[in-house]
């Protein structure tokens, strides 16, 4: 007869995906911020054109130049909304360091 704890658990870990938030600057110098994943990859699907965003049709995708990850997909998209609420040159300082971003809600 199984154990309670064999009976109850699953045959397979699911394996819990980070969510990132990121920053991609295109040629033009513009910033893009978007939450994926994996941000290396979804650079590359910026750089290819297939299922990049659209922001970089004007200008071609360069360099992904800042990431961070988050607990979880909400947590992505409220790291992703704070920061596309800053200015240009505050975000110029995330990305040297210069910057400290604000703890997320609920953090001490």
Not at 65 to 83: F, G, K
Request: net charge positive.
């Amino acid at each position: 007869m199984p154990s309670d704890t064999d009976e109850h658990s699953p045959d397979t870990a699911t394996p819990v995906k980070t969510w990132w938030v990121y920053m991609v600057r295109a040629e033009n110098g513009h910033l893009y911020t978007g939450i994926s994943t994996d941000p290396e990859r979804r650079f590359q699907e910026h750089v290819s054109g297939k299922r990049g965003a659209r922001f970089f049709n004007r200008s071609p995708a360069r360099a992904l130049v800042w990431q961070q990850s988050c607990v979880d997909h909400s947590d992505a998209l409220r790291r992703e909304i704070a920061l596309k609420r800053l200015a240009k040159k505050t975000k110029e300082a995330l990305i040297r360091g210069d910057y400290p971003l604000p703890e997320r809600e609920g953090t001490t």
